[in-house]
């Protein structure tokens, strides 16, 4: 069985950086072809798509996002870990990881989230 | 950056079908991927690759993709259909992803 799951600090100040960790279980992150995501959602709206990091390390970002993010992952804990920089307000949201087994562009499963507030 | 237009809301009664869109330019050429979100849960993938169907995934949803929008079609609808429903593409161009802004579906 597949699961996902997001681990983190539930509260941010303005400005510091977060660190957001995806521990993946019953499937390998140097398995070929696939892939890991980070995705977002702020409360009440939309979905919204931050980064993704293949198996041999390729790694995209959100164009509007791009300068704040930094995704790695460390496969000897069959972790993936996601730093955004310059918190704000703006940035509350549930953050999830998903998973594409394949690299067909499709996300098979997601982790439940993690809801992270920034707020002084 | 390419965009996907969804409506934000589509009412259906019990048993009827409904039918969710989602809008972009030659949206065709791209393969279309689709999640139900319920609220306080994870997304799940109900349709990919435009037309098919993850395993567990009831025959009721189906997905088509022609010109400029992709439609999730959800056939004898019933309440447990209720849900936010999102649209998702692979943007090869810029190699990264973009999601619909999500329609929530009201069984009435």
């Known amino acids: 069985q597949i699961t996902l799951k997001e681990s983190g600090p539930t509260l941010v100040k303005p400005t510091q950086t977060l660190t957001l960790t995806c521990t993946l279980s019953?499937?390998?992150?140097?398995?070929?072809?696939?892939?890991v995501g980070w995705i977002r959602q702020p409360p009440g709206k939309a979905l919204e798509w931050l980064a993704f990091i293949y198996w041999d390390d390729t790694k995209r970002y959100s164009p509007s996002l791009k300068s704040r993010l930094t995704i790695t992952k460390d496969t000897s804990k069959n972790q993936v870990v996601l730093t955004m920089t310059d918190m704000d307000p703006v940035d509350t949201a549930t953050y999830s990881c998903?998973?594409?087994?394949?690299?067909?562009?499709?996300?098979?499963?997601w982790g439940r989230g993690t809801l992270v507030t920034v707020s002084s | 950056s390419y965009v996907l237009t969804q409506p934000p809301s589509v009412s259906v009664a019990p048993g009827k079908t409904a039918r969710i869109s989602c809008g972009g330019h030659?949206?065709?050429?791209?393969?279309v991927h689709w999640y139900q979100q319920k609220p306080g849960q994870a997304p799940v993938l109900v349709i990919y690759h435009n037309n098919d169907r993850p395993s567990g995934i009831p025959e009721r949803f189906s997905g088509s993709n022609s010109g400029n929008t992709a439609t999730l079609t959800i056939s004898r609808v019933e309440a447990g259909d209720e849900a936010d429903y999102y649209c998702q593409v692979w943007d090869s161009g810029g190699d990264h992803v973009v999601f619909g802004g999500g329609t929530k579906l009201t069984v009435l």
């Open positions: 998903a998973i594409q087994l394949t690299g067909d562009g499709y996300f098979d499963l």
């Open positions: 019953g499937f390998s992150l140097t398995t070929s072809g696939m892939g």
């Open positions: 030659n949206i065709d050429n791209y393969r």
